[in-house]
């Protein structure tokens, strides 16, 4: 009797496992997408070259920099560069002149949530100025809804930063029944 | 008559040589003389000038420290490429090597598990400087009591720190050559400013909404915060307090996955695998690649320097996530 007691709790455990390796195999693992809903809002972008510092007491003529690009070869920035989602809407080789914005009058694929600009400059400098700063708006419509200045440092041209702004959907009209 | 003149020749030319000769002896003698004080000189300017040693911790340290100190310094590190700091046991030869040192450098807050590397120094009663100091931490939920990550490196800025506290440690122990670290280091601060422009610039290609990086440990906790992403880890702060974890904890960060739709994991170079494989088995999800985290590369792989190790990590988040 106990010999076949134990067959039949060994085949029951067996069984059990069994039954759930293949239950486990069964299930599908769940596929996961990301989905975005882009604005439908007008979006634009403003630049501005906002000031030249005064040059500093000590300048670091005496500091041994290399050039820009020696080993980020991908870091060779144009004057002016925008890139949004990774790609360049903007790209100039000109100086900016202070003060006279550049404007990029629609930004397209916002989308609903979070969304970043990358801002990327290489300024020549006069030979006695240490540093300069590039403004930076998002507007919605006529509003600014993100701003942010950037600088370079001293002894290096290269300014760059994000900025990052966040779409909204559109308000839902209220239907009023009067 | 003829004799006698012939006598006072020979004579003569007797002196001449005699004195020919003692001049030739006292100019040997100076000039053996002369050498002989010479020769402490030249033997000085062959013998070579003993190098200062500092002793890291890790991997990251080393690097920093070579930039600025050049072949100036001899450089080690405790940790060799690949190896965890959290998990590391000191063994003898970790002491003899800090008993040469001149000056030790320790990451700090606890990334060396149990504080090893602060022991080893104050063991072989060395001067230890920590490379964290003057960071504003990232402060994690701890078991007992809130932790500061230890992973500061990851955020180039914070980088920089490390750089400029190393700085200010090697110039107070060899203050003579206190200039050429100081113009080293400058140059060094341009490059990590690029490479951070860099990082920028590759990000912007992963919509801020997919920008979540979920590797086997909370080390990019400052990575993330930089650059916009959301950080997930089933393990916390340090490998060394878990092996393995809890059933529903495991789920929780399933879960998570499937909610925020991550395309890829990542698995660490230091670290074993195992979790991350099952969790992608049981997400259906891929292993995006390997990304280093608390050591970096072997000689002669990219991962060899600071900025490679950068480089390469962000160009495999960024190729899998965008």
Redo the contacts between chains.
Sequence with gaps: MRPFLTLAIAGLLLGGVFAYTRFAASIQPVATTYQTELATEPYSVEIRRTFIAAPLQDPVGSIDVRPETESLSQTSVAALQVHFKGVPILHRSDEIQQVEPIVIPLLEGVEIGDNELFISANQKLPNDVTFAALQVRVLQGAVTIAESTFTSVRGSPLIYGVLVFSATPPPEHDVHTH | MATNVRKALSMNSIRRITSRVLFAVRLCAVGYWALLCDLPVVAAQNTPVAKKVVVCSTTQIADFTRQIVGDRWEVISVLAPGEDPHTYEVGNDDLLTVKRADLCLENGWNLEGHGWMNNLAHSAGKPIATCVRNIRPLVLPGQESPVNDPHAWFNTTNAAIYVQNILTAVSQTDPEHAAEYQ?NC??YL??L??????I???V???????RVLVTHHDAFGYFSAAY?FRAISPVGWTTGELTDVAVDQRQQIINQ???????SIFVETSINRELLDGIA?????SIGGELYSDAMGAAGTPGETY?GMM?ENVKTIVKHL?
């Design positions: 113009s400058a140059r341009l490059e400013r690029r490479l951070d422009c860099w920028m610039e590759q912007n290609m992963i919509p801020r909404g997919r916009g996955i499937r909610s925020l739709g991550v395309k088995r049981d997400t259906g999800i900025l480089q965008k």
